[in-house]
């Protein structure tokens, strides 16, 4: 199978990915400013603050538009390799969240993974502008826990395991 093949059946597959229900009838990923907008669709649908992550994408598009393409197919690609039951990821994934009681049911852990993926390959190539600025970016009165909005329970929970600190939730 060809990648591009690999791309067109995981996004004809909506429910393995699509946490917020996004239109994308006109989406191509071969197209930069496609991926550009649906990057800030999916951002928008979170009903987090458009300001917030906008102008770091635009400029990492003026910059870099490849890497807008990128964090895209990064998604989709993780996307299909989760979904593809030859390799038993997602199997995998859901026995280690299940062990550490973060979720109530496999339901919610099939449905916060994409959320938590599409996060971890935006914000991935989102940290090249910061680490390219000798002074870093300046992120005023950022917390992820405060200023963003329906945070999945995963994050919540995970974030002081991974810190060394009791979870919150037991």
Known sequence: MYLKHLYT??????????????????FDIGNTESCRDFIKDYIQLSEKSEHTLYGEIDELFEKDPNRITHIVSTFFFGMALLNN????????????????GIFESEYKIKREL???????????????????NKNGK???????ETNIVS?????????PLLLGQKSQTG
């Open 9 to 26: 059946n995981i996004i004809k597959n909506t429910e393995a990915w699509n946490y917020y229900g996004l239109d994308i009838h006109d």
């Open 85 to 100: 039951e030859r390799f038993g990821i997602e199997q995998a994934v859901i026995y280690k969240f299940k062990k550490l």
């Open 114 to 132: 994409p959320y938590v993926w599409f996060l971890a390959t935006l914000f991935h190539d989102l940290g090249y502008i910061a680490e390219n």
């Open 138 to 144: 300046e992120l005023p009165n950022f917390s992820p």
């Open 151 to 159: 945070v999945p329970k995963f994050y919540t929970c995970t974030r």
